[in-house]
């Protein structure tokens, strides 16, 4: 039974137990399943919506992309438009990976300030 099927298959004993819950002296386990049938489905609803927010971030973490200069050495996250660094790998507000030009990487390396990604030894 796949995801489309499943979902299916819970509304429709939903629909089922909703319609005995109605009965005339009902017994109470009708309302019950119906109860644990929604939180089941809002479960799932939530499931979907955390999914594709990891999508997105994971998407936004791994996909770099140039910082905007906004001024002399004054540069923006293109998603988020917070203040980043010419050293920034990864903007600190929204997590978006950073995309350095290759000129001004090559700069950097020239003075030794390119972030390699590992911390200096004291
Ligand atoms: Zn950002």
Do not use: F
């Not at 429709?12 to 017994?27: F, V």
């Not at 540069?75 to 990976?97: D, E, I, K």
Request: glycine share 4%; with cysteine.
């Amino acid at each position: 039974m796949n995801r489309r099927e499943l979902i299916d298959q819970l509304r429709s004993m939903r629909q089922d137990s909703a319609i005995h819950a109605k009965e005339h002296n009902a017994d109470p386990i009708w309302q019950k399943d119906v109860d644990a049938i929604d939180e089941v489905l809002d479960i799932l609803e939530d499931y979907d919506k955390q999914a594709e927010q990891i999508r997105m971030l994971t998407k936004r973490h791994a996909t770099p992309i140039h910082a905007l200069k906004k001024g002399d050495g004054v540069y923006v996250c293109p998603a988020c438009n917070h203040y980043v660094t010419l050293r920034s790998n990864y903007c600190q507000r929204c997590g978006q990976m950073l995309r350095k030009p290759e000129r001004r990487a090559a700069v950097e390396r020239d003075l030794g300030l390119l972030w390699t990604g590992r911390k200096q030894q004291k």
